[in-house]
């Protein structure tokens, strides 16, 4: 897929994935994989400022979990109300767009 | 950084580095942990496959991808929300601490900030301070006064002094293998490991602000170094350490270059001539254009003798063309080819003029930097 479009679209795509279930930051890039059969490749090194900047904008909550591999306790990201908010509106930003780009198509 | 990275390989360890390199205190642990427990949990699920460790540890970094990428970002979130709020509250100019990629060769993004508030520093003792002390160094004690009249600002002929927190001389200093060590008086120590010698220095702290020491950005320059150091850029100076890059930038655009090259007067004039010393760079009421076979972007020093072993200093970037406007206050000038001819008086009363490139070359060699314009002497405009 183009990047760009990838890009442009993170934060929809991360709180989507995030909405049901808290997960952490290789989890995600796993769940992201099979939920859309390897269609989205993320980009890693982008992927956890992303996560930062979105749990500074308090749209996601870090919180500690299970002890991982490096004996640690791993962090784990969880939608918040703002969060919610913000996917229902990015969400409709996204049909509107990609529905006016369908209109463009037929006519 | 933390007992388990024993686990990780030098390059492990070396990208956590540099990935967590410019963040503040606070959020580098935290950044770090979070990137190693990614790198091992990728490396055993690639082992689970059937990779060899070492390979398997490589792999997971490479698909991290760049370090310089995932710094870029992190900074991003933490440092320039925090400068920019400062900015907006008049107390600091700022430069994103950012990582990227230039030409291959990743460049490390230094934040230099200015306009912090100054202290006094007076001889007197400490006990009898009414306010913050920021340093206590040969009998003289800097403080922030509890109760100024004004906001006491940094302020100089060309604007304002670019500083950079500890923080970022300490990250420096330790992608390149040295040692910082900041005493309760407020001086920096900072050793090198080098080539022929340990180059070691000390620096006192301009001022603090928000918990937070503050130097000149001109620590990050050591001239007499045996360590290749190489500056470029006016606008956004870059210096070059080796194999390092360390990019300076603001957001005051030009004036954040030029008070940078203007404060490294003293260092550099050092290096010249025993004995020779000056203050900030100056910019003069006459104008003389040159012409020169310099690429753009590239800064000329021009030294002009003044009295004794003083001598007085301005720096110009090369424009587009080749040519550079030197402001100085002699109306005629000669420029000569070495430094000691500077001190000679001339019959036609023209003052001697030397002119030094200062980047793209190495800046303990400057002498080997002295240069002649297309014309040997200058009258002003």
Sequence with gaps: MNPDLLRGNLDLILLTILEHTPLYGFAIIQEARARTEGYFQFKEGSLYPALHRLEQDGLLAAQLGEVGRNGKPRKYYAITDAGRQTLTAKRAEFASFTGAVGQLGRS | ?381
């Design chain 2, 1 to 381: 950084m933390s007992a388990t990275t024993l686990e990780l390989s030098p390059a492990a360890c070396a990208y956590l580095r540099r990935a967590t390199w410019g963040l503040p205190r606070e959020r580098q642990q935290e950044v770090w942990d979070e990137l190693e427990e990614h790198l091992l949990t990728r490396a055993a699920q690639l082992q689970a496959c059937g990779a060899a460790p070492p390979e398997a540890l490589a792999r997971a970094l490479t698909e991290l991808g760049s370090p310089a990428r995932v710094s870029a970002g992190m900074t991003g979130v933490y440092l320039m929300p925090k400068l920019i709020l400062m900015a907006g509250a008049g107390a600091l100019a700022l430069s994103a601490a950012l990582y990227a990629l230039a030409g291959g060769q990743e460049t490390a993004y230094l934040p230099v900030v200015t306009n912090l508030p100054l202290p006094v520093c007076e001889r007197m003792e400490p006990e009898n301070v009414t306010g913050t002390i920021i340093s206590n160094w040969a009998n003289t004690v800097c403080f922030l006064p509890a109760a100024s009249p004004k906001p006491l600002f940094v302020g100089g002929l060309s604007g304002s002094e670019p500083l950079v927190s500890l923080n970022t001389v300490e990250r420096m200093i330790q992608l390149l293998d040295g040692k910082t060590r900041f005493q309760p008086n407020g001086v920096l120590e900072i050793s090198l490991p080098a080539s022929e010698n340990i180059v070691r220095a000390s620096f006192r702290v301009t001022t603090r602000f928000q918990g937070q020491a503050y130097f000149p950005a001109q620590v990050l320059i050591w001239p007499s170094s045996s360590k290749r150091q190489m500056l470029s850029g006016y606008q956004q100076p870059t210096l070059r350490i080796e194999q390092q890059v360390f990019a300076m930038s603001g957001n005051q655009g030009h004036q954040a270059g030029a008070d940078f090259y203007n404060r490294l007067s003293p260092r550099l004039i050092s290096t010249l001539g025993p004995g020779a010393y000056t203050t900030d760079g100056i910019i003069g009421a006459r104008s003389h254009p040159i012409q020169t076979s310099l690429k753009a972007d590239d800064v000329v020093l021009t030294v002009i003798h003044s009295h004794d072993n003083f001598y007085l200093t301005h720096y110009a970037p090369v424009s587009s063309t080749g040519s550079v406007n030197i402001r100085v206050n002699s109306t005629r000038l000669q420029f000569v080819s070495s430094f000691r001819q500077l001190k000679q008086k001339r019959a036609d009363g023209r003052t001697p003029a030397l002119l030094i490139r200062v980047t793209n070359v190495p800046l303990n060699n400057l002498k080997s930097s002295i240069f002649m314009p297309r014309q040997a002497i200058s009258d002003a405009l």
